[in-house]
């Protein structure tokens, strides 16, 4: 995987260690690493004139997803009042150094997609872990 080699927490319990700016950090980090690599994606499966329609939009309909989901943290983030130009530019420029290499465009579909459930399962739990720093009310 291409963001094998960013530190992240081994598990809930470390994570939940971690300050909130810097979980913050991490996810969006971990979003702006799959960008580029789900947009190589794409246009690979576009080139697969076997695969149905639905296939071709799911693979759309997941960029976007991702990219919405990092505008949303990016707003969160406004909102808690974390200093989101030095987040977003160290998540750009770390993740410039993790954009997709040969070794990444080499993977075979069903390697990126086991690294993107990976990957996406890391986001999952770190933004429960932050909503429920961020609302205690919902008893998690």
Known sequence: CHTS?????????YAQKIPREELTHLILKLLQAWKEPLSHFNQHIEHHQELPDDSLSKAKQISNMVHELKTGVEKVTEKARFSINSLNGMASSEAAGLSISNEANMMSDSDFIHCFR??????????????CRIMPENSC
Do not use: A, C, F, W
Request: positive net charge; without cysteine; hydrophobic residues 25%.
């Open 118 to 131: 990976r990957d996406s399962n890391k986001v999952q739990s770190y933004l429960k872990i932050l909503k």
């Open 5 to 13: 080699g960013m530190l992240t927490p081994n598990g809930k319990e």
